[in-house]
């Protein structure tokens, strides 16, 4: 069964930057395409960046130029590196499959930005 662990949230002050990062065991992670969304409380989960097995890239027009997802296939793990941080990138991290997401979920990573 897969598992995946988010880490690297915190709180920064806007214009700041962070890099998450998210370990998948129980699967090959070499195969898939990997995608990290954000949810606020009381909204849907949103797909902010996804990359490719192939290591293409595609974001959401509001992470356009600020953040950047890549990963490693040897670590099993995708990064998302976010740069100049708004208050409204605030929300819980998570990563997973871009298209048929596993069910199971990991915990997210808490990412606040606030003066």
């Known amino acids: 069964q897969v598992q995946l662990v988010e880490s690297g949230g915190g709180l920064v002050q806007p214009g700041g930057s962070l890099r998450l990062a998210c370990v998948a065991s129980g699967t090959i992670f070499r195969i898939y395409a990997w995608a990290w969304y954000r949810q606020v409380p009381g909204k849907q989960r949103e797909l902010v960046a996804s990359i490719t097995h192939l290591g293409s890239t595609n974001y959401v027009d509001s992470v356009k130029g600020r953040f950047t997802i890549s990963r490693d296939n040897a670590e099993n793990t995708v990064y998302l590196q976010m740069n100049n941080l708004k208050s409204e990138d605030t929300a819980v991290y998570y990563c997973?499959?871009?298209?048929?997401?596993?069910?199971?979920w990991g915990q997210g990573t808490q990412v606040t930005v606030s003066s």
């Open positions: 997973n499959r871009p298209s048929a997401p596993w069910n199971n």
